[in-house]
């Protein structure tokens, strides 16, 4: 009597991609799938580390900095600290128009289609 419970079968995912299918529906794809995970962790690190850098020094800038005396050396690597609420709300507002713009043309290309 052999068993049947380890034998693998090889099938096709919907992207045509070679899928190594268990009996238990456990699925491993090859390279092309693999290779879009690295990137999109790729990515997800970078966005990570990005806004993680930009949180520390925003953080320094204003509750640390007023705390500093205005001679020390590291005030230079800093904006002055009007701009501390004038660069977020700037920011702020190109992000609302730039989603505006967005939600607007999706909503004109599906009014088209309709």
Known sequence: MSNHSNMLTVTFCEENLHVLKRKDNFQVCTSERVA???????????LTVTSLSIFI????????????DTDHFVHKYFLPQEYAILVPVFAG????CLLSMFIGYVMLKAKKKA
Do not use: C, N, S
């Not at 879009?36 to 970078?46: C, I, P, W």
């Open 36 to 46: 879009m995970e690295l990137a999109d962790r790729t990515v997800g690190l970078l």
């Open 57 to 68: 020094y925003y953080t320094f800038w204003v509750i640390i900095l007023p705390l500093v």
């Open 93 to 96: 507002m190109a992000l609302i």
